[in-house]
Nanobody
Framework: QVQLVESGGGSMQPGGSLRLSCAASSIFNLYSMGWYRQAPGKQRELVATVTSGESTNYADFVKGRFTISRDNAKNTVYLHMNNLRPEDVGVYYC????????????WGQGTQVTVSS
């Protein structure tokens, strides 16, 4: 069973920056890693993903502000968040998808991001 451990959440003023990290206990047959978020009273939504081939995908509301990156040696994915806005508030979840004959999906426990002045 793969475990994902997130870190880096916290509180920041609008316009500030945070970096989220997600370390996987192991990765085999990686398809993608990514970040989703869930704001209070809303459904979980995709923020950004990166595939095993390093292709990235971003939600429109973070394009130009957030960057996803991966450190293969550390089994870690990062989300660099710049120019944070109040609407970026939420719990950010790490996601891992592996594919080998079957698809397996794993989630982290979530890390809170708060943006307020």
């Amino acid at each position: 069973q793969v475990q994902l451990v997130e870190s880096g959440g916290g509180s920041m003023q609008p316009g500030g920056s945070l970096r989220l990290s997600c370390a996987a206990s192991s990765i085999f047959n990686l398809y993608s890693m990514g970040w989703y978020r869930q704001a209070p009273g809303k459904q979980r939504e995709l923020v950004a993903t990166v595939t095993s081939g390093e292709s990235t995908n971003y939600a429109d509301f973070v394009k130009g502000r957030f960057t996803i990156s991966r450190d293969n040696a550390k089994n870690t994915v990062y989300l660099h968040m710049n120019n944070l806005r109040p609407e970026d508030v939420g719990v950010y979840y790490c996601n891992l998808i592996t594919i080998r004959y079957v698809t397996n999906e794993y989630w982290g426990q979530g890390t809170q991001v708060t943006v307020s002045s």
